[in-house]
């Protein structure tokens, strides 16, 4: 009987470490909660579009590309520290919300997606930046 309760116990602290370990969050941001993640040092930007879409529809200024479509996208994922902040964003919401899931698989710790996309941030009057070619 001992044994039993001593099993029960233990398979209990395990579970509730299993638990605690799962840290990883993903956060659905307004445009206006955006503009104050991007003032901060250690975010990380991305826009998870195609190089075209960024080129033609603007950016985030401090965003890097990584286009969720690439085949080399869970490569250039891996290159981000993934104890740092991740905000990401697309067209509209769907690709950066498929994206999060997949950082958060992967054990990123904290994940931003912006509501609407920079459809919705352009919309509310936020800057977007744009390459002169």
């Given at each position: ?33 955006m ?54 964003y ?5 690709r ?19 509501q609407g ?16 070619n």
């Amino acid at each position: 009987m001992r044994k039993l309760v001593y099993i029960c116990i233990t398979v209990v602290l395990l579970c509730q470490g299993c638990k605690e370990s799962e840290t990883a969050t993903i956060e659905v941001v307004t445009s206006e909660e955006m503009q104050s993640l991007l003032s901060l040092d250690e975010v990380q930007v991305v826009d998870v579009r195609t190089p075209e879409e960024r080129l033609t529809d603007g950016y985030l200024k401090a965003s890097q590309n990584i286009d969720y479509n690439s085949p080399t996208f869970a490569e250039d994922i891996a290159l981000l520290d993934k104890t740092k902040p991740v905000v990401l964003y697309c067209g509209a919401g769907g690709r950066s919300t498929k994206c999060a899931e997949k950082l958060k698989a992967a054990g990123f710790v904290k994940i931003y997606d912006l509501q609407g996309g920079i459809s919705e941030w352009k919309h509310k009057g936020y800057p977007v930046e744009y390459t002169n070619n």
